[in-house]
């Protein structure tokens, strides 16, 4: 298969996408399912690409490209990651996040003796006011309706321990490089929408911003120009891979903001090239509770 740069891919007819994204099928790992060619816009760019299915989870091909990445500007509550080049190969992303730190647990695999604490939380949460309720890194409960959902932690000790259950043969995760390419879509700006935050959009844990429909999705949350969900949180780190092992990107678990810091600081750990200068004195266990994490298959 011919390893597409995003230039020469947009020259590409429907016809000839459809036949490359064949190809594409069958260097993945198996269970994965063709679905269709799409066309994603977001911040003034466009991609017209293929989605393919994995046990329930869709995945869009993003063709490569040579990138700069970083920034060369200095900033007094955070540290950016450097201005460099980086070629990128194509890859096939996963669209949506997920929790790297919790799992639901269907309440029947609750066992009567061991979880008892828990199932007793349960029973509390059911007859009280509360929409939600979270015991440190042990269990989590949230309000659906009628339905309590029940959300355990992770009980990985490693990074290494963690990958062994959630990362299967033919799986990785993203590079930082990869990472800033996915999120940024390639866009030079210090955001992936440019160079500052519109403080009258909606925005997570910002009281006052502008609000809408309360069940619309927060802007930042929606899909980029490549397909792609983040979760536009500071509170929350997307898990990537590093030559020294691994960081966090696009939060800063709520440093800033929740230290005071107002919007515009608050919301800086969604910058593309955003390093978190803190992250080194957390434990696995304490990273994990912020992370979320997608897959990505190497082509």
């Given at each position: 298969?011919?390893?597409?740069?995003?230039?020469?891919?947009?020259?590409?007819?429907?016809?000839?996408?459809?036949?490359?994204?064949?190809?594409?099928?069958?260097?993945?790992?198996?269970?994965?399912?063709?679905?269709?060619?799409?066309?994603?816009?977001?911040?003034?760019?466009?991609?017209?690409?293929?989605?393919?299915?994995?046990e329930g989870s869709e995945y869009v091909y993003v063709p490569g490209d040579t990138v700069t990445l970083g920034r060369s500007e200095v900033h007094m509550y955070a540290e950016m990651s450097p201005v460099r080049?980086?070629?990128?190969?194509?890859?096939?992303?996963?669209?949506?996040?997920?929790?790297?730190?919790?799992?639901?647990?269907?309440?029947?695999?609750?066992?009567?003796?061991?979880?008892?604490?828990?199932?007793?939380?349960?029973?509390?949460?059911?007859?009280?006011?509360?929409?939600?309720?979270?015991?440190?890194?042990?269990?989590?409960?949230?309000?659906?309706?009628?339905?309590?959902?029940?959300?355990?932690?992770?009980?990985?000790?490693?990074?290494?321990?963690?990958?062994?259950?959630?990362?299967?043969?033919?799986?990785?995760?993203?590079?930082?490089?990869?990472?800033?390419?996915?999120?940024?879509?390639?866009?030079?700006?210090?955001?992936?929408?440019?160079?500052?935050?519109?403080?009258?959009?909606?925005?997570?844990?910002?009281?006052?911003?502008?609000?809408?429909?309360?069940?619309?999705?927060?802007?930042?949350?929606?899909?980029?120009?490549?397909?792609?969900?983040?979760?536009?949180?500071?509170?929350?780190?997307?898990?990537?891979?590093?030559?020294?092992?691994?960081?966090?990107?696009?939060?800063?678990?709520?440093?800033?903001?929740?230290?005071?810091?107002?919007?515009?600081?608050?919301y800086l750990p969604t910058a593309t090239a955003f390093r978190d200068p803190y992250e080194s004195e957390l434990e696995w266990e304490d990273l994990l509770d912020c992370l979320v994490y997608r897959r990505v298959?190497?082509?």
């Amino acid at each position: 298969m011919e390893a597409w740069k995003r230039a020469a891919w947009g020259q590409l007819t429907v016809d000839e996408k459809r036949h490359a994204m064949q190809e594409v099928l069958k260097q993945l790992p198996a269970g994965f399912k063709w679905l269709r060619l799409e066309r994603f816009e977001r911040y003034r760019q466009s991609l017209e690409t293929g989605v393919f299915l994995y046990e329930g989870s869709e995945y869009v091909y993003v063709p490569g490209d040579t990138v700069t990445l970083g920034r060369s500007e200095v900033h007094m509550y955070a540290e950016m990651s450097p201005v460099r080049e980086a070629v990128i190969g194509p890859l096939l992303v996963q669209r949506q996040p997920a929790s790297a730190g919790w799992y639901e647990c269907p309440l029947d695999r609750l066992d009567p003796e061991e979880d008892e604490d828990v199932l007793e939380a349960i029973e509390e949460f059911r007859q009280g006011p509360h929409t939600s309720y979270e015991y440190s890194q042990y269990f989590r409960l949230e309000r659906d309706g009628d339905r309590v959902v029940v959300y355990l932690f992770d009980d990985s000790e490693t990074f290494e321990e963690w990958c062994e259950s959630e990362l299967p043969e033919g799986f990785t995760l993203p590079t930082e490089d990869e990472w800033e390419y996915l999120y940024g879509a390639g866009a030079p700006t210090l955001f992936p929408w440019g160079d500052k935050i519109d403080e009258t959009m909606r925005l997570r844990h910002v009281s006052d911003s502008s609000e809408a429909n309360a069940e619309d999705p927060y802007p930042l949350e929606l899909p980029n120009a490549f397909g792609l969900c983040f979760p536009g949180d500071p509170y929350k780190k997307e898990l990537v891979l590093t030559p020294d092992g691994i960081t966090g990107k696009g939060g800063d678990g709520g440093c800033n903001l929740h230290g005071g810091q107002g919007v515009a600081l608050g919301y800086l750990p969604t910058a593309t090239a955003f390093r978190d200068p803190y992250e080194s004195e957390l434990e696995w266990e304490d990273l994990l509770d912020c992370l979320v994490y997608r897959r990505v298959v190497r082509l």
